[in-house]
């Protein structure tokens, strides 16, 4: 939902700017920002950040789907081919009762027919026939009582599988709500100051953790950087930092910017001051934040428009 400033009840225009003389001195203090223009930016990046979380969770939940589903299809396949198995042994084991049925009645036959020693003969044979088919009568119950105790493994492993997954959702759930609460918790908390180029209001972190909230509201690209003082800059981004001076007790320092061939100093700046500068890269201006100023070293991070498109 798209929110119009121009709709609002109390809202009052801004007037349009006198027609400067000179052009803008870019060191020049910058103007206060109105109370609404904090006010509007910081919506929109909750607004983003609770969209960002419901379509993580719904991504999750997709993901989990997904492989319920194909655990429950293996599942069913498996048991199929237990059943196909299972059917295949029994028409077997059918076929071979059957088979000595025939052979025992044949035996029996003989030995009604027989006398002396063919008699004794043939009731030896079916003697041995009964036995034998005792023992195939035996052996199918066994494998078919295996093969029982086979689908209820598959059975009760699918169930305990199925649980697992519950309990995912629930713990994905539970992540996302924790997470999405410590984030919004963290973007309150996070300080505004007006920057040094176009003089709107700009978040900046103090720490790691403020860091990681300016990076999942996904509005800019941020690369940290540790750099001491040398004779040769170092490159941050596709910007080169040179440190001149680092005064630790004052929590001061004075630096050296190279972008598109052109050096800058910003010079006596102070801990957690966003620095501005604008490069042929982008519309929208590169911010540097020190947090950190020690004994001729300073740490912090360049903060970069995720889209860069070459100004006119």
Do not use: C, W
């Not at 020049?28 to 979380?53: H, N, Q, T």
């Amino acid at each position: 939902m798209s929110i119009n400033p121009s709709t609002s009840p109390g809202y009052v225009p801004n007037p349009p700017p006198p027609p400067a003389a000179y052009p803008p001195n870019p060191y020049a203090p910058p103007a206060p920002a109105p109370e609404r223009s904090i006010k509007i930016p910081l919506l929109f990046g909750a607004v983003a950040a609770l969209l960002a979380a419901n379509i993580y969770l719904f991504m999750q939940m997709n993901t989990l789907k997904t492989d319920l589903g194909k655990t429950q299809n293996s599942l069913l396949a498996e048991l199929d081919k237990v059943r196909e198995a299972s059917a295949v042994t029994t028409q077997t084991n059918k076929r071979s009762v059957e088979n000595l049925r025939d052979q025992l009645e044949g035996a029996r036959r003989q030995a009604r027919m027989a006398v002396g020693e063919a008699k004794g003969e043939a009731l030896r044979k079916v003697e041995e026939t009964k036995i034998q088919l005792q023992a195939a009568q035996e052996k199918a119950q066994q494998q078919t009582s295996s093969q029982i105790s086979d689908v209820k493994q598959l059975a009760d492993t699918a169930t305990s599988k199925i649980s697992e997954v519950g309990t995912e959702v629930s713990t994905v759930k539970t992540e996302v709500a924790s997470t999405k609460s410590e984030l919004e918790k963290t973007i309150a908390d996070l300080k505004r100051t007006a920057g040094d180029v176009d003089g709107h209001a700009t978040l900046i972190a103090t720490n790691a953790k403020e860091l990681g909230a300016l990076r999942a509201l996904g509005e800019r690209n941020y690369i940290e950087f540790n750099i001491k003082k040398s004779k040769t800059g170092q490159k941050v981004g596709d910007v080169t930092m040179l440190l001149k001076k680092a005064d630790a007790k004052k929590n001061r320092y004075t630096i050296e910017l190279t972008a598109d061939d052109k050096i800058v100093e910003k010079k006596d700046r102070t801990v957690n001051e966003p620095l501005q500068f604008l490069t042929s890269k982008s519309r929208l201006p590169y911010e540097i934040v020190v947090n950190d100023v020690k004994k001729d070293q300073i740490v912090g991070y360049l903060s970069v428009p995720k889209v860069l498109t070459g100004r006119n």
